[in-house]
């Protein structure tokens, strides 16, 4: 055993004595560092957007709780606001939905740059408005990627064990002296065997002082974190078990990198790239014509409803409306109703929105049943999914938006059919449905 | 020369791992530039069918009042390239749908990326990404050993001693390599042409002319490369190793790292910063659905001025169309402000990531087959720019019937027939031809040129020193 | 000793070895001599257990207890001792001694390579700086390392400028006196006259003469050599 030992500590040797290998490592450790920085940063941005949304929201309600403490119904050049209608002072009411960025975004951005995290609530918002677009960014950066620790862990760190372990029996193959190997240690399996479980010590240890710094930097210690230890710890062995049969099996260094390389790239590049086409090929990119549809023509159809229509339709969507004040009024209230329409709209968007889902959902599927023979795409999306920024991450979040969206209407309909008066106390019962946080 | 690219090339149909190779890229290749072809046809026909299905709502529009039709609105779809099969640039990532309507500039949404998990961090399965990260690593491999090979084998010295000068050795072997790639390019043009032919047009001649080179380029500075390298260090390993750390660094790591860079050197304002500087500017315009503020009285009394009249109810026109139209024109002016700078950042950013190629020029090659197949930012821009253009003449067209189509102030009912609707231009956007941007491409030339030019030198320098 | 009886091996149908017997007792240098292809590496590929004989059989025992000795207790020394080219003597000394279990502090490793003749001087600088005799000579410190009792060399001197040979020669004589068995195949007739103390002639996998080296003068073997070669 102390052999094996002695192997696995000499490497630290062989690897101190390769400028190309220390140079990498160094140069790989600084891409890590980078990249955590910049997710900081990220990190930092986002929170700070956040800080600001949520002073800007801060600020528009206090507006509107000053109105009440001092008797006015709006502001003074709109004198058709009253904000002790239910309407006006639901309408008024813009509030924000925020997808906070997990703590442990800076150690996977993942497609948060494809998503928008906050949106401005009104009672004809729906989570597929073009004001949940995602942050302004350079298109050409997006597709080169970032300098994400995901992406370096990924992507480049086989890239870097390549480097690392490329002459591991291949130096001594070229220069023709694995025969004395062998006799000194009476088979190479083993030998090959300890030196590659160095630059797996070596990376894993890496890897995970980085997971932890972020961790400790951001007060982290759950569940998630340790998932993703696992995760990236699974992934190197992804690479070294193959990489293990590539050293001992070729002839030489050349033909170890190459087959290392090809490997690479048919598991980085050529199996996504292949399923990537093939589920765009079936389900490809959706136009939404569903959803323009139901914002748009089916919603200025709403507009061109008869008040007996509109009302026929809210009952439908709520039916115990039939209790309140105006649905017990035998003469339809027109303002009323068209005051609460928004709610058949978000009717007709739900609907609509729930078939995009679907679709997107199929060609997840579709995506899933890949990761047997596509694990770099397994390992990329169960990344994300820890560090809250994967499509199901965005979709929940779309979905807290509908949730919020549809309490505000509720509230609304509610309220206007019921006939309510709003003042200061009942405002503020207002907020807790209408804001986030209470 | 020429005797000893004969004899290289029968040396690669003797290798029984050359010809293998080669069959398999040729199949390959065929087969995703054709299933890319199909696969581009069927999205260009799902953007053709939203397309109609959208102007037909529009055509079918009741008589309605023309400003509630600038609401309703219209929605741009984004067209991709015939050329996106072989390079998708970042049609994956862009929206593709934007809402043309009154009062506001929308964002494009509904971008692919945004429409499911991630797949691939590389992109689809397309000839860009053979060309750009599977055939430059086979040419590293027949090319690192090629020289050295010929040294240890002392073939090398014969070749001299038999009155052959070390750098038409040299050369001959990074061309017949070059060839190889040359074959595998104009296989895959080939194949797009004969599948497409009903849409070559010179602009796709021009364009696949573009990609050719950038890629013909290209792989010739990477062979120059990897031969110099194993010139300079006289070792297989040595020269290998390099190559492919060259190649990682050119292809993965700096563009990374140059994009980042760029977007420090140029920095974007976030969406909230960028929307609220907008609409704090915007409040500074006419309301056009608020009858107060100073600048409405101008316009009123301007109005009333050129019509002679004392009142809004005199005018012979709507005066609501008008107000309109000017609120519409400062939302305008206000967006080229906005927008105009953002889109100059942006540039800034492209220009520096394009100086870059000095560095890399990997950087080079990708914007210009981006460039070429039409799916990058310059072309992503023009149909920005080019839908806002058709916005405000779309909006334009609306607001001046509603002011001049025959209603009168106060008339909020008034009604434009179907027949007005129908005659209102459709958007249909065309790719810009390539020489009309070639401009935007002259520094990624110049910069492979370069560096054709510079390793060329480099080899030419040391096949000159070289001991064998 | 080492002891080969009745070996045959083929390749594809070609005969490499063709019912080889041979035997080299403890404390005797013997020499293989042949042409390329004769079956030399052949036959030290299958003590070393690179290789399986088609039929006969091989012992190699240790000649204080008749046990069967383990192929990483064998010294091994093959035409180019290779190194780590990065690391010094005394490194690769320490590596190869580690590899095969042994360690050693730098004092004993210093001994070790002084012993094989190489300077004190040399023991810290780059293997990538040495001359072939001069890695030779880890090499057989390698194999020293580990109180080898059979040696076995492939073309050892193929290479080595005559000083450096002698040297090899010089050595190999002393382990040899220490009780090793030593089998060293080579082309070089003179080198195998004056180290070794049998010589054997291989051709076509056959061992078609055996003599002591005492018996003949270096012509003699270059004569009986050559004649047996064309015949």
Redesign the interface.
């Known amino acids: 055993m102390i052999r094996y030992l002695n192997i696995f500590l000499f490497e630290f040797k062989h690897f101190r004595k390769s400028k190309t290998k220390v140079i990498s490592y160094l140069v790989f450790i600084l891409a890590c560092a980078f990249s955590l920085f910049n997710g900081f940063e990220l990190q930092k941005k986002h929170l700070n957007t956040i800080d600001n949304i949520q002073i800007n929201e801060d600020e528009s309600i206090s507006e509107i709780i000053t109105w009440y403490e001092n008797g006015e119904k709006g502001p003074k050049d709109r004198s058709w606001i009253d904000v002790t209608n239910p309407y006006w002072s639901i309408r008024y009411s813009s509030t924000y939905m925020i997808k906070e960025p997990s703590k442990l975004l800076p150690l996977g951005i993942g497609q948060s740059e494809q998503y928008g995290y906050y949106q401005k609530l009104s009672i004809w918002s729906s989570p597929f408005d073009s004001d949940i677009a995602e942050e302004i960014t350079n298109y050409e950066r997006l597709i080169n990627g970032n300098i994400d620790f995901s992406f370096l862990i990924l992507f480049l760190l086989p890239l870097l064990l390549i480097i690392l372990t490329f002459n591991i029996n291949g130096l001594e193959k070229d220069l023709k002296f694995n025969n004395l190997i062998s006799i000194q240690v009476g088979g190479s399996k083993k030998w090959i065997f300890y030196r590659l479980l160095f630059y797996t010590f070596l990376v894993t240890t890496t890897i995970n002082c980085m997971i932890f710094s972020v961790a400790f930097i951001n007060n982290v210690f759950n569940q998630e974190l340790l998932h993703l230890i696992l995760l990236s710890n699974l992934y190197i062995l992804i690479f070294i078990v193959p990489f293990y049969f590539i050293i001992k099996s070729s002839d030489g260094s050349t033909s170890i990198a190459f087959k290392m390389i090809s490997l690479w790239l048919l598991l980085c590049v050529l199996i996504p790239g292949t399923a990537h086409q093939y589920a765009n090929f079936k389900y490809p990119v959706n136009y939404m014509t569903d959803f323009l549809d139901a914002n748009r023509k089916e919603t200025y159809d709403v507009f061109k409803y008869s008040k007996e229509e509109l009302n026929t339709r809210l009952l439908e969507i709520y039916p115990n409306l039939n209790s309140t004040y105006h649905a017990r009024d035998t003469s339809v209230n027109r303002t009323v109703v068209r005051n609460t329409m928004s709610a058949i709209v978000n009717k007709l968007n739900t609907n609509a929105i729930g078939k995009i889902e679907q679709q997107n959902n199929l060609k997840n599927n579709l995506i899933v049943s890949t990761y047997w023979y596509n694990p770099v795409s397994y390992f990329q999306n169960k990344w994300n999914a820890i560090t809250c920024s994967d499509y199901h991450a965005y979709s929940k979040f779309r979905n807290d938006i509908q949730r919020k969206i549809d309490d505000r209407l509720e509230l609304l309909v509610f309220e206007c059919w019921d006939n309510k008066t709003v003042d200061l106390k009942k405002y503020n019962s207002y907020l807790k449905t209408l804001r986030q946080s209470n | 020369m020429k005797e000893i690219i004969i004899n290289e090339w029968v040396g690669y149909f003797i290798n029984k791992l050359f010809v293998f190779l080669g069959v398999f890229f040729i199949f390959f290749l065929s087969l ?1 530039t054709f ?2 072809i ?2 581009n046809d ?2 260009q026909n ?2 053709k069918l ?1 397309h109609e ?2 102007r037909a ?1 529009w055509d079918g529009m009741e008589a309605s009042n023309p400003h ?1 039709a600038a609401h ?2 219209t ?1 741009a ?1 984004k067209p991709i390239s015939v050329l996106n099969s072989i390079d998708e ?2 049609s ?6 934007l ?1 043309l309507e009154g009062h506001r500039q ?21 000839p860009s ?1 053979i060309f750009q ?2 055939i430059p ?1 086979l040419l590293i ?1 027949f090319s ?2 090629t020289y050295i090979s010929e040294r240890q084998t002392g073939r090398l010295k014969l070749m001299l001693v038999q009155g052959a000068s070390l750098r038409k050795i040299i050369f001959s072997k990074v061309l017949s390599i070059w060839f190889i790639g040359l074959l595998l390019l104009l296989l895959t043009l080939f194949i797009q042409i004969i599948f497409n032919s009903d849409n070559i047009n010179s602009d796709v001649i021009i364009r696949l002319s573009v990609l050719f080179l950038s890629y013909a380029f290209y792989y010739f500075i990477l062979i120059n490369i990897t031969i110099l390298l194993s010139v300079i260090f006289k070792s ?2 040595a020269a ?3 190559t ?2 060259t190649w ?1 660094f050119w292809t ?2 700096f ?6 860079t ?2 420090k050197l140029s920095p ?5 910063e ?1 929307k609220e500087a907008m609409s704090e500017d915007r409040s500074k315009g006419i309301d056009g659905h ?1 009858p ?1 503020g100073e600048r409405r009285d101008a316009l009123e009394k301007a109005t009333l001025e050129r019509y002679n009249v004392d009142k809004l109810e005199d005018l012979p026109i709507n005066f609501s169309g008008i107000v309109m139209q000017e609120d519409e024109e400062y939302g305008n002016m206000v967006w080229d402000k906005h927008f105009g700078n ?1 889109y100059i950042q ?1 540039e800034k ?2 220009n520096n ?1 394009q100086l870059s190629g000095f560095i890399n020029p990997f950087a080079a090659l ?1 914007n210009l087959s ?1 460039g070429s197949a039409g799916s ?2 310059y072309h ?1 821009l023009d149909f920005l720019n080019k839908s806002e253009s058709y916005r405000r003449v779309f909006i334009k067209t609306l607001n001046d019937e509603y002011a001049f189509g025959g209603s009168k102030t106060g008339e909020r009912g008034w009604k434009a027939s179907n027949e007005f609707f129908r005659s209102v231009k459709d958007f249909n956007y065309e790719l810009p031809t390539f020489l009309s941007f070639y401009t935007k491409y002259l520094i990624d030339i110049i910069i492979l040129l370069f560096w054709v030019f510079f390793t060329s030198i480099l080899v030419y320098f040391f096949t000159r020193k070289i001991t064998v | 000793m080492i002891k080969l009886q009745n070996i045959s091996k083929s390749f594809k149908n070609e005969k490499a070895l063709d019912n080889l017997s041979l035997s080299v007792n403890s404390g005797e240098i013997y020499g293989l001599l042949g042409a390329n292809g004769a079956g030399k590496s052949t036959t030290l590929n299958l003590l070393l257990g690179f290789l399986d004989s088609d039929s006969g059989s091989i012992e190699i025992t240790n000649s204080k207890d008749q046990q069967a000795i383990a192929r990483d207790k064998i010294g091994y020394i093959p035409e180019n001792v290779n190194l780590y080219p990065y690391l010094s003597g005394i490194e690769n000394l320490d590596y190869f001694c580690k590899i095969s279990g042994l360690s050693f502090n730098s004092q004993k490793l210093k001994d070790l390579l002084n012993e094989c003749g190489l300077e004190d001087g040399s023991h810290n600088k780059k293997t990538s700086e040495y001359s072939k005799g001069m890695r030779q000579k880890v090499g057989i410190a390698i194999a020293l390392a580990k109180n080898a009792n059979i040696y076995l060399l492939d073309e050892p001197a193929s290479g080595l400028d005559p000083m450096a040979s002698n040297e090899l020669s010089v050595i190999l004589k002393k382990l040899s006196s220490q009780g090793a068995t030593i089998l060293m195949a080579s082309h070089d007739l003179f080198r195998v006259r004056e180290t070794c103390d049998k010589i054997g002639i291989l051709k076509q996998g056959c061992l078609i003469k055996e003599m002591l080296s005492k018996d003949v003068t270096s012509n003699e073997l270059e004569e009986v050599y050559l004649n047996f070669m064309q015949s």
């Not at chain 2, 994956?92 to 749908?97: A, F, K, P, Q, Y």
């Not at chain 2, 929308?106 to 397309?126: C, P, T, W, Y």
């Not at chain 2, 563009?255 to 980042?260: C, D, E, K, S, V």
């Open positions: 995703v299933l890319g199909i696969q069927k999205i799902e953007q939203a299905h959208i709502q509630s309703y609105g929605y779809f640039g970042i994956s990532v862009t929206g593709n749908v809402r929308n964002d494009i949404v509904f971008s692919e990326a945004s429409q499911s998990l991630i797949i691939s961090k590389f992109g689809k399965l397309n990404l990260f599977i690593l491999f690192f050993n297989s390993t290998l190793s390099l492919v750390l990682v993965i790591f563009p990374t790292i140059m994009g980042n760029t977007e974007l304002p976030t969406r909230i960028f608020n107060r953002l942006l950013q492209k990531y990708q981006m990058d930012m992503h």
